[in-house]
């Protein structure tokens, strides 16, 4: 079980960019182990897969509808995992939760608190 915590989420006008970031509570050089998520979730929705990365920052993937737009990094030193997101949509409104994933949808732990991202247009 890793222990997470989300943060750096806002209100943003259609078409910014914001990053935000989860912090990892693990022992001492186990984050760089394990792959990590991201997902989300709009009100009255289940939980959406949004990217994957893999436990050394490789390799990642996207779901179609942030392709292009949003970036999954991590920095293993830090415990921390990022996802900077581009030319904001509206539809893009939702809590951003990570996990760690069997790669590369599947959540492995329980949620953390998430970061609430909302765009208004």
């Known amino acids: 079980q890793a222990q997470v915590v989300e943060s750096g989420g806002g209100t943003v006008p259609v078409g910014a960019s914001l990053t935000i970031s989860c912090v990892a509570s693990?022992?001492?050089?186990?984050?760089?182990?394990?792959?990590f998520g991201w997902f989300r979730q709009a009100p009255g929705k289940e939980h959406e897969w949004v990217a994957a990365?893999?436990?050394?920052?490789?390799?990642?993937l996207y779901a179609d509808s942030v392709q292009g737009r949003f970036n999954v990094s991590r920095d293993n030193i830090k415990n921390t995992m990022y996802l900077q997101m581009n030319g904001l949509l509206v539809e893009d409104t939702a809590v951003y939760y990570c996990?760690?994933?069997?790669?590369?949808?599947?959540?492995?732990?329980?949620w953390g608190p998430g970061t609430l991202v909302t765009v208004s247009s």
């Open positions: 990365i893999l436990y050394d920052g490789k390799g990642a």
């Open positions: 693990v022992r001492t050089g186990t984050f760089g182990g394990w792959n």
């Open positions: 996990n760690r994933v069997y790669w590369p949808r599947t959540p492995r732990d329980t």
